[in-house]
């Protein structure tokens, strides 16, 4: 059964930095696109960022460029989502998923909320 499982979200002033981990539990990681997505009250469910699966590629939402990081480590099956300079508006739930091509979504975390106060 794949698994993916989000963490490291909470509450943080704008301004203020997370990160967001999902751990993967695929025996093929390193043959999948991860990908991060959100979805605040009462609005629909938006792409974030997306690495390929190598690594060599990333993708980003243009509210987001030079402020969040996505990363992968092969070795532990993870993907990170680093978020700087956070602000109000990016507050929803983030979801992690996995695809075997871009934005194909196969397999979906539960989600993790982020909360950022003014």
């Known amino acids: 059964q794949v698994q993916l499982v989000e963490s490291g979200g909470g509450l943080v002033q704008a301004g203020g930095s997370l990160r967001l981990s999902c751990a993967v539990s695929?025996?093929?990681?390193?043959?999948?696109?991860m990908e991060w997505f959100r979805q605040a009250p009462g609005k629909e469910r938006e792409f974030v960022a997306a690495i390929s699966w190598s690594g060599s590629s990333t993708y980003y939402k243009d509210s987001v460029k030079g402020r969040f990081t996505i990363s992968r480590d092969g070795a532990k099956n993870t993907v990170y989502l680093q978020m700087n300079n956070l602000k109000p508006e990016d507050t929803a739930v983030y979801y992690c998923a996995a695809g075997i091509t871009l934005f194909s979504g196969d397999y979906w975390g539960q989600g993790t909320q982020v909360t950022v106060s003014s």
């Open positions: 695929l025996r093929t990681f390193s043959r999948y696109f």
